[in-house]
T-cell receptor
Framework: QKEVEQNSGPLSVPEGAIASLNCTYS??????FFWYRQYSGKSPELIMS????GDKEDGRFTAQLNKASQYVSLLIRDSQPSDSATYLC??????????FGKGTMLLVSP | DADVTQTPRNRITKTGKRIMLECSQT?????MYWYRQDPGLGLRLIYY???????NKGEISDGYSVSRQAQAKFSLSLESAIPNQTALYFC?????????????FGPGTRLTVL
C-alpha cells in the first residue's frame, strides 16, 4: 500500500526562525510530490510541487526531494505567525491521483 | 469568483437520508476528484473522473456514488447516509500538463449525519 508518513507535531518555532517539515514515502516509483497548507476548517492550498532531486525555492519556501532516501521536506524561512497551519505532504500515486500524509501542525509563536 | 465551488457548505442530515454534494469549476480542468477528511485520518480519495465518460473508484468508495454531468460538474451522492460518513468533503480539480498534476481544492462541505 502506498503511504506518506509525516510527524503529526505540533512543531513549534519562534517567529523569524526556520521551520523544517519532513515527509517520507513508500512508493519508490513516485515522480511528483506536493506540499499543501491547510488552515483549520479550510481547504488545502498548494504551496509547492517538486519533481526532481534537489531543492526548489519559491519565496520563503524551499522544497527538497531525495528520491534515493524517499524523503521530501519543506523549509519555511523567516516563519510568521500566519504560517501556523497544518502542512500536508502528497505524492502522485498513479493514474494522476495523490496520496496524502496526515499532516504536520506548525505553530509559530510571536 | 472562486474557481472551484461546492454546495452546500454545511449540511446536517439524518441516518438513512439520501444526500448530494455538488462541485462546479471554472478552471477548465478535465480531472475532478472527491475526498473526505477525518481528524487523524487525513485526506482520502473517494472517486475521481478524468472526463465525462470516465469514473473511477478511489480508496474508500463504498457507500458513495458520483455523477459527472459535464466537464465542469461532478456530484457526490450518499444513497443512505450513516453517522460514520460525518466528515469534511472536498472536491478538487487538476489538469495534467507534462509532469504537473497539481490539484486545486474547493472550499469543502461539512457534512453531519445524525
Amino acid at each position: 500500500q502506498k503511504e506518506v508518513e509525516q510527524n503529526s507535531g505540533p512543531l513549534s518555532v519562534p517567529e523569524g526562525a526556520i521551520a523544517s517539515l519532513n515527509c517520507t514515502y513508500s512508493d519508490r516509483g513516485s515522480q511528483s510530490f506536493f506540499w499543501y497548507r491547510q488552515y483549520s476548517g479550510k481547504s488545502p492550498e498548494l504551496i509547492m510541487s517538486i519533481y526532481s532531486n534537489g531543492d526548489k525555492e519559491d519565496g520563503r519556501f524551499t522544497a527538497q526531494l531525495n528520491k534515493a532516501s524517499q524523503y521530501v521536506s519543506l523549509l519555511i524561512r523567516d516563519s510568521q505567525p500566519s504560517d501556523s497551519a497544518t502542512y500536508l505532504c502528497a505524492m502522485e500515486s498513479g493514474y494522476s491521483t495523490l496520496t496524502f500524509g496526515k499532516g504536520t501542525m506548525l505553530l509559530v509563536s510571536p | 469568483d472562486a474557481d472551484v465551488t461546492q454546495t452546500p457548505r454545511n449540511r446536517i442530515t439524518k441516518t438513512g437520508k439520501r444526500i448530494m454534494l455538488e462541485c462546479s469549476q471554472t478552471k477548465g480542468h478535465d480531472r475532478m476528484y472527491w475526498y473526505r477528511q477525518d481528524p487523524g485520518l487525513g485526506l482520502r480519495l473517494i472517486y475521481y473522473s478524468f472526463d465525462v465518460k470516465d469514473i473511477n473508484k478511489g480508496e474508500i468508495s463504498d457507500g458513495y456514488s458520483v455523477s459527472r454531468q459535464a466537464q465542469a460538474k461532478f456530484s457526490l451522492s450518499l444513497e443512505s447516509a450513516i453517522p460514520n460518513q460525518t466528515a469534511l468533503y472536498f472536491c478538487a480539480t487538476s489538469d495534467l500538463t507534462g509532469y504537473e498534476n497539481e490539484q486545486f481544492f474547493g472550499p469543502g462541505t461539512r457534512l453531519t449525519v445524525l
